[in-house]
């Protein structure tokens, strides 16, 4: 059974997001997506909002789990005894810092492969924090991330409803 952790901060979880982790569970037995606990980065959403968000957008995908964790990826690796580490590539600018972090998750933990999916076309431009930052500014978003997650952005007063 090849059990692969996805990583990240997902804040929050986006359809990218999503997109990797259906494609990674067509070729894996089970994908847990590790939600870290404290990234360096500014939050939009609190560790169990980051779960909420991301288990209800991932419900229908039979093997996937979604867990928190605080500690080393590599630690949390070891822990839900994933064999691969699943990566999101995207063209511009993802492939240095993965392949720093692969060479880096290597040494710590020899044996856990680091596996990355290119990011689909549709995809290519996406991030959390670019979907923060154009629904902060009234932009719509709603064809970028789960039902939820627009929900919540729209409850913390940073986008609007659906266009009409
Ligand atoms: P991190 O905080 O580690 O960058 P993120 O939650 O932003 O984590 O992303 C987790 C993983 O998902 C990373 O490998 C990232 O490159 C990948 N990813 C993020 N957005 C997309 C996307 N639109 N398409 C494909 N992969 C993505």
């Known amino acids: 059974m090849i059990i692969a952790l996805y990583p990240g901060s997902f804040d929050p979880i986006t359809n990218g997001h999503i997109d990797i982790a259906t494609r990674a569970s067509k070729l894996f037995d089970k994908i847990v997506i590790g939600i870290f606990a404290t990234p360096e980065k500014n939050l939009m959403f609190s560790l169990d909002e980051r779960v909420k968000l991301a288990k209800e957008a991932t419900g229908h995908l039979s093997k996937v789990e979604v867990k928190p964790y605080s500690n080393i990826t590599v630690e949390f690796a070891r822990e839900v005894k994933a064999q691969v580490l ?27 492969e680091t596996v990355c999916f290119m990011a689909s076309q549709e995809y ?27 929900e919540a952005l729209i409850k913390k007063g940073l986008t609007r409803k659906k266009s009409e």
Do not use: C, T
Request: charged residues 20%; proline residues 4%.
């Open 86 to 112: 699943v990566r999101g590539l995207r063209a511009i600018g993802d492939f240095e810092w993965e392949f720093e972090m692969a060479m880096m998750n290597q040494m710590l933990y020899p044996g856990l």
């Open 124 to 150: 290519q431009f996406l991030s959390a924090s670019l979907i923060k930052e154009v629904a902060s500014l009234g932009g719509d978003i709603h064809s970028l991330v789960p039902k939820g997650v627009a």
